[in-house]
């Protein structure tokens, strides 16, 4: 059975004291888009059935429209879900390990962008950077193979609420030490670009690089090669 542990409590200081004041994070995370995941485990044979596909699927990253994903969800039957994307992972990690964490992106208005704020807030992220828009939140099915333990997603933006490049201010990156970068970044025209030139307002600031998954290097290889090639990437 897949195994999730409980994200460390938010502690709320009180206005006024202290240690109350702002602190600038260390890493910046870039999440155009806010998901909220569905996660359970699976049997291999269920998992092909529900992917409608063979072996070499297994463990990549697709989009779905909003039927295919709830018919999925309606096969499964029991989940659990919470705050994900590659991004809002990364700063709840780093957040477990006391590293200051902000996450940039948007959400939608409706119960799932809700439960994604909630989430990450419990996790001790700053999401002061999360612009909350009138429309839906991404979702995604993380379906783990029992056997092997390797992730399938597929993920639904249909309707999705999502950072505009032009959205993206220097501000959002000012006093940290890393920006993060995920490759399902390269979804969202030009953003890629526009955080590396942004990182050059910002002294002293790295932009790291994950590719994200074997789909994304297959869809934008030339764009990734370009951007490694550019020298921008730490």
Sequence with gaps: ALK?????????????????TPTLPEVVCIQPVAIVDHVC??????????????????????????KELQHILFEIGEYFSKAGGSSANTTRALASFGVKSKLVGARGS?????????????????????RTKKSFTGRCA?????STGQRTMRTCLEDAARLDTEELKVEDL?????????????????????????AKE?????????L???EVVRNF??????????????
């Design 110 to 130: 409706d119960e799932f962008g809700a439960i994604f704020a909630a989430s990450m807030r419990r996790a001790g992220v700053d999401i002061s950077g999360v």
């Design 41 to 66: 485990s699976v049997k291999e044979e269920s998992l092909l059935h529900l992917i409608g596909s063979d072996k070499h699927d297994i463990g990549g990253s697709r989009l779905v429209n909003l």
């Design 142 to 146: 993380v379906l783990s193979c029992v």
């Design 174 to 198: 000012r006093g940290a030490k890393i920006v993060y970068l995920s490759g399902y970044c390269f979804y969202t025209p030009g953003l890629v670009d526009k955080v590396c030139a942004l």
């Design 4 to 20: 999730i542990d409980s994200p460390p409590p938010l502690t709320i200081q009180q206005p006024g004291s202290p240690t109350s």
């Design 202 to 210: 910002c002294e002293g600031l790295e932009v790291a690089l994950d």
């Design 221 to 234: 290889y030339g764009s990734i090669k370009a951007v490694i090639e550019s020298g921008t990437i730490s």
């Design 212 to 214: 994200g998954s074997f």
